[in-house]
């Protein structure tokens, strides 16, 4: 088994760097995005709708990064924007049996 953790790392470097083939290596071809005002994306709508945030991402600060068993991650992070502003979002990633990300649910409420 992969170290799950890393690829949970892997995918918010990305956003950081603009690495979009690492991105595209971590997620499961079928993943399924969900979040308030996006309930479940697809791989190509996420990536039309999603991507294009990495260029206001400057840094991402994990919280909490927990294993929270049946192939669940719980991930807390403070996000620096480009501009400066701050947020904090939870994050539940769900991984399939390839040991790639194939569910991802955003909470999302605060700046900081």
């Excluded at 953790?5 to 997620?27: M, Q």
């Excluded at 904090?88 to 955003?106: K, S």
């Amino acid at each position: 088994m992969a170290d799950r953790a890393r690829i949970v790392r892997d995918a918010y470097t990305a956003y950081e760097t603009g690495d979009r083939e690492l991105l595209e290596r971590v997620l499961a071809d079928e993943i399924a995005f969900f979040a308030p005002p996006d309930p479940g994306l697809d791989r190509e709508a996420y990536f039309e709708r999603c991507w294009p945030n990495h260029e206001t991402i400057e840094k991402f600060e994990l919280v909490r990064l927990t294993d929270i068993g049946g192939d669940e991650f719980l991930v807390t992070y403070e996000s620096l924007k480009t501009d400066g502003r701050r947020f904090r979002n939870t994050e539940i990633l769900g991984f399939d049996g390839d040991d790639r990300i194939c569910r991802q649910e955003v909470y999302f409420g605060w700046d900081v």
